[in-house]
């Protein structure tokens, strides 16, 4: 830190650096150590985040617990124990830490952990299943062979098999896992694309190319079969894109770079070619928005093409009320749709857009959104493997409890992974549903 005095915590608006991951200081241990001493001294001093997730209490249990009851008392072997804690929701970077830049201090938490993940699994210190199961595309492409989808979905339904599954992989008997379609998004939504002439907004160019995304192609291809129909109503054309490879998401929170520069690689230049053509961009996932806006552009700072598609990606929700403030939304619902509980992923919250389902939603007669602003706890992965369910768990309930205190006639969250996962918490009653599910329901379509 500089010798200059300091101000305590900013009010300034967080901005970020870019990440400087090909550089060989990157990867060096002992450098690593220094910045993670560093910032787990200022974290130690603040503790403000000790509520967001289960990696500042591991943080603040390893320095209570030592012989100095600072940071320099800790092994620095341990501070693996805190990465792996973090699964880069950046909610403490967004919303509760006060020295992020431009803060002198220049703390940047979760991109830290991005760093300490990134040289653990250089070092081959990443485990097996880990790997395994952040290769989406590969699985899906597997689990949704007609007939073999069938198994798969019984398997996962099966307790004798779930106990296999803990046993050999250390995936938790008891975790929800996705169920796979053959009918895929793009098998679904293909037929259904009708040619409409664009409608430029004020600020949209009137036409979409939805990318679908792993997940929401092989897991939650009804949800994309919604986006259309909403969107379709709306007179925005919806095109979906030539192809897709997963966006890196789950690559990154594993530290492996090479694999997220891959993916990019091979959706960027297809991505920038629509926008060429005059399209705007989406996903139903908010990770996969939040990837080519704000993750992709920090790893490449100086790819024209990663700038450009970042430009034109869009939450889909921020995108409707983008067309509602040009006077271009529809309004002519047909049915209320009561009390809604919102949960908003973290994916979402942090791209700064607002809580635009929220707007949109709201927008129907005798509608009334009770947003719940709390981590799920699930995030793809760190909610099923054995040694972190329990504590998803934890990180989750206060919203299984808020959603059973509000009795709505509806539970939403974007991120269909956190619905499932909030919903079994709170015995399943209201089912969960996508925001966009509830508005083509209000729309009668």
Not at 158 to 183: F, G, T
Not at 254 to 269: F, I, T, W, Y
Not at 275 to 298: K, W
Request: glycine share 4%.
């Amino acid at each position: 830190m500089s010798d200059k005095p300091q101000r305590e915590g900013s009010l300034e608006a967080p901005t970020r650096h870019p990440i400087d991951w090909q550089d060989e200081t990157f990867y060096d241990p002992d450098d690593l150590n220094t910045e993670l001493e560093r910032v787990f001294e200022i974290c130690h001093g603040c503790r403000r985040c000790v509520n967001l997730c289960d990696a500042f209490p591991t943080l603040f249990d390893l320095v209570d617990e030592s012989d100095t009851l600072e940071v320099d008392g800790v092994d620095k072997a341990d501070f693996s124990k805190v990465t792996e804690q973090c699964y880069l929701c950046d909610m403490c970077y967004m919303t509760k830490c006060p020295y992020v830049p431009p803060h002198p201090w220049n703390v940047d938490f979760p991109h830290l952990m991005l760093r300490a993940k990134a040289v653990s699994f250089r070092q081959h210190q990443t485990p097996l299943r880990d790997r395994l199961i952040s290769n989406t595309d590969a699985i899906a492409k597997l689990a949704t062979i007609p007939l073999l989808d069938i198994t798969v979905n019984a398997a996962n339904k099966n307790p004798l098999a779930r106990r296999l599954l803990e046993k050999n992989l250390h995936i938790h008997r008891d975790a929800n896992l996705p169920v796979y379609h053959h009918q895929t998004m793009r098998k679904r939504v293909t037929p259904q694309l009708r040619h409409i002439t664009p409608h430029p907004g004020k600020d949209t160019r009137g036409q979409l190319a939805l990318f679908a995304t792993c997940y929401g192609n092989y897991n939650e291809p009804q949800v994309g079969e919604d986006l259309v129909a909403v969107m379709q109503y709306n007179d925005i054309p919806v095109r979906l894109t030539p192809a897709e490879r997963c966006c890196g998401m789950p690559k990154l929170e594993l530290g492996d770079l090479e694999s997220v520069a891959a993916a990019m690689r091979q959706n960027v230049p297809m991505l920038a070619e629509l926008v060429d053509q005059g399209c705007d961009l989406t996903a139903v996932m908010p990770s996969c928005v939040l990837m080519f806006r704000q993750e992709l552009p920090l790893l490449f700072p100086d790819d024209e093409a990663v700038a450009k598609v970042a430009a034109a990606f869009y939450d889909p929700f921020e995108y409707l009320w983008r067309r509602h403030r040009s006077g271009m939304l529809k309004t002519d619902f047909q049915y209320i749709l009561g009390d809604i509980s919102y949960q908003i992923a973290c994916h979402l919250r942090v791209q700064n857009v607002g809580i635009r389902a929220r707007d949109v939603l709201q927008l129907v007669p005798d509608t009334r959104v009770h947003a719940i602003e709390r981590c799920s706890g699930h995030d793809g992965t760190y909610g099923v493997k054995s040694e972190t369910y329990d504590k998803a768990l934890k990180i989750g309930r206060p919203v299984a409890r808020k959603l059973k205190q509000q009795q709505a006639d509806y539970f939403a969250s974007d991120c269909p992974m956190a619905a499932t996962h909030i919903a079994s918490m709170a015995e399943g009653d209201p089912l969960p549903h996508h925001p966009l599910s509830l508005l083509r329901i209000a729309y009668g379509i």
